[in-house]
């Protein structure tokens, strides 16, 4: 079973910046295509970003454009997610999310359902 782990949640205050990592264990990362999800208390699971199998494509939600970026490095089985200028509003516990995809295909999944395995969620916490 594949598993995600994701790391590096925490109370910030706005405007300060945190970078979220998420290690894939049990499947080469190279042949997965990454997301970013989050769950703000009271909300439904959003789309945040993602990124492709090669790292070639990316996409955003329109609310974090310029202040979110997704990475990931294959070597090491890990997809980042670097939040800059972050906003109380950004609070929510932040989703890392995989799906596995043939070597031809290189493109991004911006729906949960696309998603076969899923992280535990890491806390962020955005104070004013």
């Known amino acids: 079973q594949v598993q995600l782990v994701e790391s590096g949640g925490g109370l910030v205050q706005a405007g300060g910046s945190l970078r979220l990592s998420c290690v894939v264990s049990?499947?080469?990362?190279?042949?997965?295509?990454m997301g970013w999800f989050r769950q703000a208390p009271g909300k439904e699971r959003e789309f945040v970003t993602a990124?492709?199998?090669?790292?070639?494509?990316?996409s955003y939600a329109d609310f974090v454009k310029g202040q979110f970026t997704i990475s990931r490095d294959n070597a090491k089985n890990t997809v980042y997610l670097q939040m800059s200028s972050l906003k109380p509003e950004d609070t929510a516990v932040y989703y890392c999310?995989?799906?596995?995809?043939?070597?031809?295909?290189?493109?991004?999944?911006?729906?949960?359902?696309?998603?076969?395995?899923w992280g535990q969620g890491t806390q962020v916490t955005v104070s004013s």
């Open positions: 999310a995989a799906r596995g995809v043939a070597y031809y295909t290189d493109v991004v999944y911006e729906n949960q359902v696309d998603y076969d395995y």
């Open positions: 049990r499947r080469t990362l190279s042949t997965c295509a």
């Open positions: 990124i492709s199998r090669s790292g070639g494509s990316t």
